[in-house]
Every structure is written in C-alpha cells, then in structure tokens.
C-alpha cells in the first residue's frame, strides 16, 4: 500500500466516523418508537437477543479469520478478528452494498500485507459456501416441508435453485471460460475451496448462523408479545437470509422490514406488528454492535493515526525563559 493510498485511507476512515455518528442519529430520530418500545421489554429478553447477536458475529469472524490462518498463516488476536467482524458490520449499516468490508479488507492488506487480490479470492469462496448451503437447504425445505403454498413462496424457491444453481456455476463455469479463453483470472476461489477444512469451517459457522436467525426471529415477535411458533420463525427466517445475501441498501434498512412485515400476514401476523417486530430487532442489533463496533474502530484502526502526546515536542519555554532571569540576577548580586 503506497504512503498516498494510505493517507486518503486515514482520512476517509476519519470521515466514516462522523458520518456514522450522523447515521445513527438520524436512524435513531426516525425509529424512535421503536427505541423507546425497548424500555418496556424484559431486560432478560434483552439480554438473550444480545446474546444471540454475540454468538452470531463470533461464528462469521470464524468464517473471516480461519482461512487467513489455514491458507497464509496469518495469525489473528481474538481483539482483531472479533474487532474487524464487528466494525464492517457496524459501518454495513451505514455503506451500500457491503461496504464496510472494505475497512477489513484495508486492515488485512496495510497490517498484514496480504494481496487484496487474494483477499477478494478468499471471500469469494466462503460466501459461494454460505450461497450454496442456503441454496440447497432452502430448496429442500421448500419442497418438502413448507407448510404454506402461494406464489410468494413458490417465487421463493425457485429463488433458492437459482441461488444454488448459480454458486456452481460462478465456481465451476468461470474456471472453465478462463482456460477456453486463456484470460488471466484476477480472483480464483477455487484453492480455497478446494481446502476440506475451509469449507468444512465455513459450512459449520453458516450453519450455526442459519440456526440463530430463526431464533433471533422468534424471540423479536415474542419480545412485543407476539407468540409465534418456531417452524414459522424458521420459515420467515428464510426469505429474510435470502435478502441478506443481496444486500444494496446500507443495512438493507428498509427492505428487511418490510419483506419481515409482508412475510408474517402470511401467517396471520398484522403487518404494523411484524414491522415493529423488525424495528425492535434492529434497535436491540444497534444496541450490540455500536459499542463493541466503536470500541474496535477507535482500538483497531484509529487510535493508531493519531499523534500521542508522547510524541508532540513542546517548546521549552520554560527553561529558556529562565536564563535572562539568571542573568538579571546575577547583575543585582
């Protein structure tokens, strides 16, 4: 990384703070209902959907760390890859389509001096991982076990084969169109893949992940005093993992509530109900990641680029001042 792409990197990096500052103020302004619906929920329930949050953002560091370690040896504090995990979801919120990778991408590339070439490889791989067991378990599920059937959710599984169909294909016919051609392949996931243990890994985390949301669903409608049961947490669960995966709005703010809200009248839930169910979610998500996200920023990344007090050399003012002083008297003596 050259001493210029850095400097605009500490001052863009400077920038995103004030600017996610204003982010969550104006999201905070707008949703303040929701908020203040908050104060009337159990502090245990509170409690148990940090949790959740907690345990969700452990396993996708798990996803972020492992192949940096099996693959290049690069080793990872707890402090770094928790950090990292917390601070581009955090700064996901507030840039489109994924953005905050960008700052995980700069961290690993300026820390640890890993291509970023082979950084958009790696991450290609495990998110072509997370494609295609969402795919094939959606697909499943869909078929076999869906308890309700309209043109929503048969639209939903022909989006789940499409979705499996197309992670093959972008792992399998790209590679194969790069030798018929003889291009140069810019990023190649494949050597990832080809790892057993990355994608074993990697298929462990997303699935521990796919298992928290249907939960993290269940205990939102519960935490306003909507009982649902638990396989239609999981079936809701699924449209909203969908969306996630193609995620264009800073956070998906919006699509995600109202594709929850649209979703539950399927299942006999009002729509100003589910959408408060989803605005509740996102507070208490807010509520996780901005502390533990700020906190990282500032130790991470930011705490480093400023001048420490150590290093400003203050004038000595007061040893120079004291000569003519001295000198004066000297005189009178």
């Known amino acids: 990384m050259s001493e210029r792409f850095k400097l605009i990197y500490h001052r863009v990096l400077l920038i995103l703070s004030v600017a996610l500052l204003i982010g969550l103020g104006f999201y905070v302004y707008k949703n303040g209902k929701s908020f203040e619906k908050i104060g009337s929920i159990s502090l245990g329930l509170i409690a148990t959907l940090i949790g959740v949050h907690f345990i969700n953002y452990i396993l996708l560091g798990f996803t972020h760390f492992y192949p940096l370690q099996r693959s290049h040896?690069?080793?990872?504090?707890?402090?770094?890859?928790?950090?990292?995990?917390?601070?581009?979801?955090?700064?996901?919120?507030?840039l489109p389509a994924?953005?905050?990778?960008?700052?995980?991408?700069?961290?690993?590339?300026e820390k640890k001096n890993l291509e970023i070439r082979e950084f958009l490889s790696m991450g290609l791989a495990v998110v072509l991982t997370g494609f295609s067991l969402l795919g094939v378990v959606g697909t499943l599920y869909c078929h076999f076990f869906l308890k309700i059937h309209n043109i929503v959710f048969v639209a939903l599984e022909s989006l789940f084969i499409s979705l499996t169909i197309s992670s093959f294909l972008l792992?399998?016919?790209?590679?194969?169109?790069?030798?018929?051609?003889?291009?140069?392949?810019?990023?190649?996931?494949?050597?990832?893949?080809?790892?057993?243990?990355?994608?074993?890994?990697?298929?462990?985390?997303?699935?521990?992940?796919?298992?928290?949301?249907?939960?993290?669903?269940?205990?939102?409608?519960?935490?306003?005093?909507?009982h649902i049961h638990f396989a239609d947490s999981f079936e809701i669960s699924l449209i909203l993992l969908g969306s996630s995966f193609f995620q264009i709005l800073p956070g998906n703010i919006g699509v995600k509530e109202v594709a929850t809200?649209?979703?539950?009248?399927?299942?006999?839930?009002?729509?100003?109900?589910?959408?408060?169910?989803?605005?509740?979610?996102?507070?208490?998500?807010?509520?996780?990641?901005?502390?533990?996200?700020?906190?990282?920023?500032?130790?991470?990344?930011?705490?480093?680029?400023?001048?420490?007090?150590?290093?400003?050399?203050?004038?000595?003012?007061?040893?120079?001042?004291?000569?003519?002083?001295?000198?004066?008297?000297?005189?009178?003596?």
């Open 73 to 94: 040896n690069i080793k990872l504090k707890t402090k770094e890859w928790f950090g990292l995990c917390t601070v581009s979801e955090l700064f996901n919120m507030l």
């Open 171 to 226: 792992i399998f016919a790209s590679e194969m169109v790069t030798r018929v051609f003889k291009l140069e392949r810019k990023y190649s996931p494949k050597k990832y893949l080809a790892d057993k243990k990355i994608v074993l890994v990697s298929v462990l985390a997303y699935t521990g992940m796919f298992i928290l949301y249907p939960l993290k669903v269940y205990l939102s409608f519960k935490a306003i005093g909507v």
């Open 98 to 109: 994924k953005g905050g990778t960008a700052i995980r991408m700069l961290y690993i590339n």
């Open 261 to 333: 809200a649209y979703i539950a009248q399927q299942y006999g839930i009002q729509f100003e109900t589910a959408l408060l169910a989803s605005l509740v979610d996102r507070a208490i998500l807010l509520l996780f990641l901005f502390p533990f996200g700020s906190y990282f920023y500032w130790n991470l990344l930011l705490e480093s680029r400023l001048p420490r007090m150590s290093s400003i050399r203050l004038p000595k003012m007061i040893a120079s001042s004291r000569i003519p002083l001295m000198k004066r008297l000297a005189k009178v003596r």
